[in-house]
């Protein structure tokens, strides 16, 4: 009635069979964690990517000038991303009342060879438009 490995109705496990099975999971126990590693910085990355298009169409659109504009708008995207960013793109009417168009690409750091969808860049596209800034004053009645 003992078949291989079984004694009075029990299975018995060695050392070794112990080692085997722990030898097949752990590859399937990294390749999840990396995948959960993966999907956070992906979203981390997105949500950075999102706050630098706003960012930098804030900046943008506080000039006028289309040239300051796009620095400013470039420089924010870049101080918010870092080494994320992959490019920024800034288009500006140059004008009080134009458009300021912000589209941010950056890339997750945490890359994975073997889930490459997971290292994808994030595209992420901000619009606004310029607006003049009022100065004048004028006094109040008690």
Known sequence: ???FGCRNGRIRRGRGDALVELALALPVLALMFWGVLGLMERGRTANL??????ACAAQASQTPDSGQ???????AARAVLGRRLVDVTVQHDGRW?????????????????SLPA????VRVRQETYVER????????SP
Do not use: H, N
Request: aromatic fraction near 12%.
């Open 49 to 54: 990517a999102t706050w630098a298009a706003y």
């Open 133 to 140: 800034w009022k100065s004048d004053w004028r006094e109040l």
């Open 1 to 3: 009635m003992g078949g």
């Open 69 to 75: 504009g796009q620095a400013q708008g470039a420089a």
């Open 97 to 113: 009342g134009g458009r300021v168009v912000c589209t941010v690409i950056a890339r997750p750091i945490l890359f994975i060879p």
């Open 118 to 121: 997971l290292g994808m860049d």
